[in-house]
């Protein structure tokens, strides 16, 4: 069994983050497995800062593979990129458990790679000003955040390689919802003004004796 490498955190610049409920209350992926606490990253494959990050986990990843098992022949032979199991996936590409494309059920994950970061102790949520969050409606799909994470490798019985842990997440800014979430009020409803009240008055020119 290798050694188990863990490399140091990193903290993502601002990115838009997805599957955000388990960051409060831990969910197990499987059926069987732990729950844990779990993010979704969403890197813009057109931002260079957000890239180089991702460029960043995934050499974090290669190290992690060849510290753990330095035998080569002996290293799990598994995609960093790309594939349903990855560390990294493809929005674009990137088939689900299910077999059906990312896209096809999250069609803002277009032009993006994902990162999935998880863990078991529960992840620091904080404002701008390192304040802790509470309330979970606060951090939501499609909100910017930075993600502090570290990549490290495990071998089990059932699977060995890499994946990332979180360690804490700062709410950054509002972003659009994803899913579309609740319509704004003013595309919901007319501001008509004050509803018509029949005058039972109306062309009456003399008065009406009582």
Same mark, same amino acid.
């Given at each position: 069994m290798a050694n188990n490498v863990s490399k140091p955190a990193r903290t993502s610049p601002p990115?838009?983050?997805?599957?955000?409920?388990?960051?409060?209350?831990?969910?197990?992926?499987?059926?069987g497995q732990d729950p844990k606490y779990s993010v979704t990253i969403m890197i813009d494959k057109t931002n260079a800062e957000q890239m180089a990050f991702m460029k960043a986990i995934h050499?974090?990843?290669q190290a992690a593979?060849?510290?753990?098992?330095?035998?080569?022949?002996?290293r799990p032979r598994i995609a960093l990129v790309g594939e349903t199991k990855s560390l990294i996936k493809d929005g674009d590409k990137t088939m689900g458990n299910d077999g059906v494309?990312?896209?096809?059920?999250?069609?803002?994950?277009?032009g993006h790679?994902?990162?999935?970061?998880?863990?078991?102790?529960?992840?620091?949520?904080?404002?701008?000003?390192? /304040?802790?969050?509470? @309330?979970?409606?606060?951090?939501? &799909? $499609?909100?910017?955040?930075?993600?502090?994470?570290n990549v490290y490798s495990f071998d089990t019985p059932a699977n060995k390689g890499v994946t990332a842990g979180?360690?804490?997440? /700062?709410?950054?800014? @509002?972003?659009?919802?994803?899913? &579309? $979430?609740?319509p704004a009020l003013e595309s919901m409803f007319d501001a008509a003004g004050p509803a018509p009240v029949d005058d039972p008055f109306v062309g009456v020119t003399k008065d009406i004796p009582f």
């Open positions: 990115v838009r983050v997805s599957y955000t409920q388990s960051l409060f209350t831990p969910k197990a992926f499987q059926a050499a974090d990843a593979l060849a510290e753990a098992w330095p035998d080569q022949a002996k494309p990312l896209v096809e059920k999250n069609p803002e994950y277009a790679y994902l990162i999935r970061v998880s863990a078991k102790q529960k992840p620091v949520v904080v404002d701008r000003n390192r /304040q802790e969050i509470i @309330d979970p409606a606060v951090v939501y &799909g $499609g909100c910017v955040c930075k993600v502090n994470i979180i360690n804490g997440v /700062q709410f950054w800014a @509002d972003g659009e919802r994803l899913g &579309g $979430g609740r």
